[in-house]
C-alpha cells in the first residue's frame, strides 16, 4: 500500500518495534530505510535498539542524521545513547553541549541525570557533580546516583554529604540510598557515620531489606576489624 496506508508512520514504527523486540534489528533497519517519512519517535526507535546493542557507530550516526533531517532529539534519545556503554567521553561531551544548547540538560532530571550517570561511569567525578550542581531540577533518582558514585570512589566526606542534603530536601529516602553511601564506609573513622544510619535504616523500615542489611553489617564488621 506504500504511503497511502492510513497514519503510516505508526504504523511503521509498531513494525520497527515488532522486528527489535524479537532480536531482528536488520529486518527492523530495513523497515526504518524504507519509510517514507520519518519522525522522532521512529530515529529514537533505532538509536535505542542500537544502544541496548552497544552498537555505538550505528546509534551515533543515526544521532548525527536525525538532526542534519531537522528533528530535535528527546529524553529518549539522550537517555539510550547516556546508557550505551560504548559512548567515549568525548561523544558524552558533545551530547551534553548540544542538550544544555536546547534547553533539555536542565530542563527535568531525567537528562540530567543520564549525563552524570555516564560520566561517573567513565571516572570523570568532576563533570558528574558540575552537572549535578548545576541542575535546577533533582529527584531521588539523581541524588542516589551522585551517592552511589561518591560511595563507590571511596569520597566518604561527600556521599554524606550528599545523604543529608537528601535527607534536608524532604524527598524520601530509597533503598539505594542507603546502598549507595554505605558502599563507601572502608575505616573505623566511618564507625559514627554508620551509626547514624543504622537507625535511619530502622527509622525508614529497610532493615528487613537484604541488600542494606547485608552493607551494613559488612561495613560496621570492617570498620570494628580496624579498631
Same mark, same amino acid.
Given at each position: 500500500?506504500?504511503?497511502?496506508?492510513?497514519?503510516?508512520?505508526?504504523?511503521?514504527?509498531? =513494525?520497527?518495534?515488532?522486528?527489535?523486540? !524479537?532480536?531482528?534489528? &536488520?529486518?527492523?533497519?530495513?523497515?526504518?530505510?524504507? #519509510?517514507?517519512?520519518?519522525?522522532?519517535?521512529?530515529?529514537?526507535?533505532?538509536?535505542?535498539?542500537? &544502544?541496548?546493542?552497544? +552498537?555505538?557507530?550505528?546509534?551515533?550516526? !543515526? /544521532?548525527?542524521?536525525?538532526?542534519?533531517?531537522? /528533528?530535535?532529539?528527546?529524553?529518549?534519545?539522550?537517555?539510550?545513547?547516556? &546508557? @550505551?556503554?560504548?559512548?567515549?567521553?568525548?561523544?558524552?561531551?558533545?551530547?551534553?553541549?548540544?542538550? #544544555?544548547? $536546547?534547553?533539555?540538560?536542565?530542563?527535568?532530571?531525567?537528562?540530567?541525570?543520564?549525563?552524570?550517570?555516564?560520566?561517573?561511569?567513565?571516572?570523570?567525578?568532576?563533570?558528574?557533580?558540575?552537572?549535578?550542581?548545576?541542575?535546577?531540577?533533582?529527584? !531521588?533518582?539523581?541524588?542516589?546516583?551522585?551517592?552511589?558514585?561518591?560511595? *563507590?570512589?571511596?569520597?566518604?566526606?561527600? @556521599?554524606? =554529604?550528599?545523604?543529608?542534603? =537528601?535527607?534536608?530536601? *524532604?524527598? &524520601?529516602?530509597?533503598?539505594?540510598?542507603?546502598?549507595?553511601?554505605?558502599?563507601?564506609?572502608?575505616?573505623?573513622?566511618?564507625?559514627?557515620?554508620?551509626?547514624?544510619? *543504622?537507625?535511619?535504616?530502622?527509622?525508614?523500615?529497610?532493615? $528487613?531489606?537484604?541488600?542494606?542489611? +547485608? =552493607?551494613? !553489617?559488612? @561495613?560496621?564488621?570492617?570498620?570494628?576489624?580496624?579498631?
Amino acid at each position: 500500500m506504500g504511503s497511502s496506508l492510513p497514519q503510516s508512520a505508526f504504523f511503521h514504527k509498531k =513494525l520497527i518495534s515488532v522486528y527489535t523486540s !524479537l532480536g531482528y534489528i &536488520s529486518v527492523a533497519r530495513k523497515v526504518f530505510d524504507e #519509510m517514507p517519512h520519518k519522525n522522532v519517535v521512529s530515529y529514537n526507535t533505532m538509536i535505542s535498539t542500537y &544502544s541496548r546493542d552497544e +552498537n555505538i557507530e550505528q546509534a551515533w550516526s !543515526l /544521532f548525527s542524521e536525525m538532526r542534519n533531517y531537522g /528533528f530535535f532529539p528527546t529524553q529518549c534519545t539522550y537517555g539510550s545513547l547516556f &546508557s @550505551c556503554n560504548l559512548l567515549d567521553v568525548v561523544q558524552g561531551l558533545y551530547m551534553q553541549a548540544v542538550a #544544555m544548547k $536546547s534547553g533539555f540538560l536542565f530542563a527535568d532530571a531525567f537528562v540530567g541525570t543520564a549525563s552524570l550517570g555516564f560520566f561517573g561511569w567513565q571516572g570523570c567525578i568532576n563533570e558528574s557533580f558540575k552537572v549535578f550542581d548545576d541542575m535546577p531540577f533533582k529527584n !531521588l533518582v539523581t541524588y542516589n546516583a551522585m551517592i552511589s558514585l561518591f560511595g *563507590h570512589e571511596g569520597f566518604v566526606h561527600e @556521599c554524606m =554529604l550528599m545523604f543529608r542534603e =537528601l535527607l534536608k530536601s *524532604h524527598i &524520601s529516602l530509597s533503598e539505594p540510598s542507603f546502598v549507595g553511601v554505605l558502599s563507601g564506609f572502608r575505616s573505623e573513622d566511618d564507625l559514627d557515620s554508620g551509626e547514624q544510619l *543504622h537507625g535511619l535504616v530502622i527509622k525508614f523500615g529497610l532493615l $528487613s531489606k537484604v541488600s542494606v542489611a +547485608n =552493607l551494613l !553489617l559488612t @561495613c560496621i564488621g570492617s570498620v570494628q576489624a580496624h579498631i
